[in-house]
């Protein structure tokens, strides 16, 4: 400023003097509104209950589930398009009509996996008592529960399957894959009844979509929507449509309130009439073990080529579009802070109870229970100035694991079916899980993170977690917290 005049220097400087002024204002404001905790908080989160969502499409979804564009989801025609979006291509023929007709099964494969196949079947009957006591006793072939109708003459879809073969559909899936069981006694009872369109009490013209739910595990009941979702986004997100839910037990379902929301309109077959209904289109979603997650992990030959998944900065994929499903449904706001410099961190600790998956368990199965988890807890708040809340997710309702996970910026926990909700997990969150000796060749929560485009550590426990309570190092999770600066 030397080289400027007397009078213009003495603007400029009290410019400069009102500027830093108003800056330094600013700065106490925005710092002085932080809370710094000292003391380790173990009681539950206060979370925002959910109002009912609306349905504002007709049985339907929300408007907002719509097929990904290509712009923001994978790269067309590499693995990642190939099997995470367009999943299933290759045709697996089941009737092999000579006369010209449609066929009434339509299956396809997809060229990664040979043990995936998702089936549709037109101008179909149903018979709900039969179908529910076959899936709970696991008894489907024989139980003419399901059967393709003599449909030739039908208007305006005419259909058949004059010369069934299930040879390629058995060599596409599990031996006990539901879909498969269901096709072949819908076959069978097409050949040996001969039904038509007449036998039918009840017709269904919207698309109807029959999934398996698996009650007694959360990670394979979200492996079962993500199906019944990507379902859905495959037939075109139809505005109206019907869903059934399958029992895989005779267990009631735990999340049924939660499923409702997410997908209205969804039937359960146990309390459907005893009359027969017949369908234009049964779309049969496959199971969870048929989901690409599951694949995924367990499949050596496809695991290496699914981590270069990485959805990150991929909104549109199907598992990040499923996630804000999820959210929403949840009515949590998924905006992120302004600021980039949020502290305290939130640190989300989950912590098990012994549990049974099913009343027949060995009371000793599953449980992976740390005998000083609350003093991991303790250590973490004593090292790093954080607000760490600890949660047994079989305490909270779904929504409120969801909300209180999402709010996360780090996530912890053992290897358990619980970390399925680091998919809710926001960008710059980070999931750290604490993979037991036996473990470390399940990346379960890798794939996920990875397919969902959210930051994975891991923390290897030396020794084995037998099936009793253990103890975790706390001394090596607290290094591994800081070498990773997490």
Not at 86 to 114: E, H, I, M, W
Not at 232 to 261: H, N, T, W, Y
Not at 404 to 431: F, K, N, P, T, Y
Request: aromatic share 10%; glycine share 4%.
């Amino acid at each position: 400023m030397k080289f400027l005049p007397s009078p213009i220097k003495c603007f400029g400087l009290l410019t400069l003097s009102g500027f830093l002024g108003v800056f330094s204002v600013l700065l106490f404001w925005r710092y002085s509104s932080i809370s710094y905790p000292s003391a380790v908080s173990l009681s539950l989160p206060r979370v925002r209950l959910k109002p009912k969502m609306s349905k504002n499409i007709s049985k339907g979804l929300n408007s907002t589930m719509q097929r990904p564009g290509h712009h923001l989801a994978w790269d067309r025609g590499l693995f990642c398009d190939q099997f995470m979006h367009n999943t299933f291509q290759q045709p697996v023929p089941v009737c092999a009509n000579s006369d010209g007709l449609r066929s009434s099964v339509n299956c396809f494969g997809t060229k990664y996996s040979n043990k995936m196949v998702q089936c549709s079947m037109e101008n179909v009957l149903v018979r709900p008592k039969q179908l529910y006591d076959a899936m709970t006793t696991q008894k489907i072939i024989g139980s003419n529960a399901i059967a393709l109708l003599n449909a030739r003459n039908f208007k305006p879809n005419p259909t058949t399957c004059t010369s069934p073969n299930m040879d390629h559909l058995t060599s596409t899936t599990e031996e006990r894959d539901h879909v498969k069981l269901m096709v072949e006694d819908a076959v069978m009872n097409f050949k040996d009844s001969n039904l038509s369109t007449e036998d039918c009490e009840t017709w269904v013209d919207e698309p109807t979509f029959l999934f398996r739910g698996i009650d007694f595990h959360v990670y394979f009941e979200f492996l079962s929507w993500y199906n019944l979702y990507k379902s859905i986004l495959d037939e075109g997100s139809p505005v109206s449509l019907q869903i059934i839910r399958m029992p895989v037990d005779v267990f009631k379902c735990r999340f049924a309130e939660f499923e409702q929301d997410l997908f209205t309109n969804v039937t359960v077959l146990h309390d459907m009439s005893d009359k027969a209904v017949c369908y234009r289109r049964l779309i049969l979603v496959p199971s969870c073990y048929a989901s690409l997650l599951f694949k995924c992990k367990g499949e050596s030959s496809l695991l290496e080529q699914c981590l270069k998944c990485n959805g990150s900065g991929r909104p549109e994929t199907e598992f990040q579009l499923f996630r804000s499903h999820v959210v929403r449904t949840c009515s949590i706001d998924d905006s992120y802070p302004t600021s980039t410099y949020q502290s305290p961190k939130n640190i989300v600790v989950i912590l098990r109870k012994p549990y049974k998956r099913s009343p027949n368990d060995d009371p000793g199965r599953f449980q992976r229970v740390l005998s000083n988890g609350n003093d991991m807890v303790a250590a973490i708040t004593a090292k790093f100035s954080a607000n760490v809340t600890v949660i047994y997710p079989e305490d909270l309702t779904m929504c409120q694991q969801v909300q209180v996970v999402h709010d996360a910026d780090i996530l912890i926990g053992i290897h358990g079916a619980g970390l399925v909700h680091s998919w809710w997990l926001r960008d710059s969150a980070v999931l750290l899980e604490l993979v037991p000796h036996e473990m470390y060749s399940n990346p379960s929560f890798k794939t996920l993170c990875m397919l969902a485009g959210r930051k994975y550590k891991e923390y290897h426990m030396k020794y084995s977690v037998p099936l009793t309570v253990s103890t975790i190092d706390i001394i090596g999770v607290l290094t591994r917290l800081q070498r990773d600066g997490i």
